[in-house]
C-alpha cells in the first residue's frame, strides 16, 4: 500500500498485489454518517472534481471507496487487547466511464450496499486486474 504525498488527483492510497502483473487499484476515500434510505443504495453528494478524476481513462483502475461510520465519534471503534473492532462498513465502486456532468459542485452518486469493501473483494478485483486488465 502507498499513499501518494499530496491529493492532487483523488488519489489517497494505491493498493497493490504480487499476483502477476502486479495489479494496482487507486483508491479515494470518504467517509459518511449517510447511511438511511434506499436498502439498495447509499446516496452520497461527491465533489465535483473528485467525480471528474474518478471518471477518467487510466491505466490503473481507481475506486470510490465509501466508509459509513456511526453518527457519534465515541461509537466508530472499540479497542480491547484482543481485538480492535471497527463500527460499521465500507463500500466501494468505479465510477469509470460515467458521463461528465453538468453539476458545478457536486455529484449525487448511488452507492451499492453490497458492494462490501472486504479482503475477498479486493482480492477478486486485483484478480480481474491481473488477468483481464479491467475492474
Known sequence: ???????NDSI???????????PKIDVQMKTTTIDGGDPA???????????????????TPR??????VP???EEW???APTQLVLRRSAHWLSLAGLPPSDNAASVTI???RQNLLTPEALQGMMQRISSEGRL
Do not use: G, Q
Open 1 to 7: 500500500m502507498a499513499k501518494p504525498a499530496v491529493d
Open 12 to 22: 489517497d492510497w494505491t493498493l497493490s498485489c504480487r499476483l502477476p502483473l502486479r
Open 41 to 59: 443504495f447509499i446516496r452520497y453528494p461527491l465533489k465535483r472534481k473528485n467525480y471528474d478524476d474518478l471518471t477518467l481513462e487510466v491505466s
Open 63 to 68: 475506486i470510490l471507496v465509501l466508509v459509513v
Open 71 to 73: 453518527d457519534h465519534v
Open 77 to 79: 471503534l472499540a479497542l
Open 110 to 112: 448511488d452507492v451499492p
